[in-house]
């Protein structure tokens, strides 16, 4: 798990940011308890409180060797060493997702991350790029699997927050890692919610790896692809537009049809006579005329059409 409950404080603290954080300078020796969201399924039987679960916190790894001698890092994190015991089920993570993740905080401790972006004027051209080290960026308050809510709960793999607004990158950037299938309607609604908020939105896919394995994980290049909150916002609002005219034209259309249908113009205005109904187009058995709609109250206002050759209507 990448947090937990403080028991003194109370707060919910990401494991990344511990190191960071002079408020918790002994974290092993402090008692965490379990965030009931990382909750799937539980034994009730066995458990009275599920926000008195638990669970220890475990030192990352800056420096780890694979088998074929490839270095890499492990973020710190916390775990349930009874889980099994308690009859306790968590959201399950893949280990791919566990180390893609694993990738983004060595670089984001270190300082080596770095994204490529397009702007709203050029928004197909990705040629601009910035380091972290380049943003205001609020190290105490990164976080991953952070939740956001928003009358419902929302999880981002990633939230690296600024600790002031920018102007072109918004309130942060959310890094979202996806190895299963997403239909592109879900990726732009993700991406709108989280612009709406003030991030911008980088996305991994499986496609991003050169190697992705439960051992290794690396990307084919070494910037990510970022999509800036402006752009987002942009890019919503043009297609908003679009949908609007095509829907006011498809509209359009279907009240000229059914104006033809009713042999528009149908109603040349108010009633003189009355002043409550309408003059309303109608045929009688001498031709076509305009009668007042209110002649069932008693109206007899009637305005003769002259007749026209070939009027099959």
Request: charged letters at 30%; a neutral charge; hydrophobic letters at 30%.
């Amino acid at each position: 798990m990448n947090g937990a409950i403080n028991s003194v404080t109370k707060r919910y603290i990401q494991a990344i940011n511990l190191e960071l954080n002079p408020s918790y300078q002994f974290p092993k020796e402090e008692k965490w308890y379990l965030d009931p969201n990382d909750i799937k399924e539980y034994n009730k039987e066995k458990i009275e409180d599920i926000t008195k679960i638990e669970v220890r916190y475990r030192k990352g790894n800056d420096s780890v060797l694979n088998y074929n001698g490839t270095e890499y890092s492990i973020a710190p994190c916390f775990f349930l060493h009874n889980k099994t015991k308690l009859g306790i089920n968590l959201i399950p993570e893949s280990k791919e997702h566990q180390l893609a993740k694993n990738w983004i905080y060595n670089r984001i401790k270190n300082k080596k991350l770095s994204f490529i972006y397009s702007t709203v004027s050029k928004p197909s051209d990705y040629e601009n790029k910035i380091n972290i080290k380049e943003l205001n960026v609020d190290y105490e308050k990164i976080g991953i699997e952070v939740n956001i809510k928003n009358n419902r709960i929302q999880r981002a793999d990633i939230i690296i927050p600024f600790k002031e607004y920018n102007n072109f990158f918004g309130t942060g950037i959310v890094i979202e890692i996806q190895f299963s299938k997403q239909y592109q309607d879900t990726t732009e609604k993700r991406n709108k919610e989280y612009a709406f908020k003030g991030y911008s939105v980088c996305w991994l896919w499986d496609t991003d790896f050169k190697n992705l394995s439960e051992e290794l994980i690396e990307l084919k290049e070494d910037t990510l692809k970022l999509e800036i909150n402006q752009k987002i916002i942009n890019d919503f609002s043009e297609k908003n537009l679009l949908e609007y005219k095509q829907k006011t034209q498809q509209l359009s259309r279907m009240i000229g049809d059914k104006m033809d249908e009713l042999n528009y113009p149908f109603c040349i205005g108010e009633c003189k006579q009355c002043n409550e109904g309408y003059m309303t187009k109608k045929h009688g058995k001498f031709g076509w005329f305009y009668g007042c709609s209110n002649w069932r109250e008693g109206c007899k206002h009637i305005i003769n059409i002259e007749k026209e050759k070939d009027d099959t209507n």
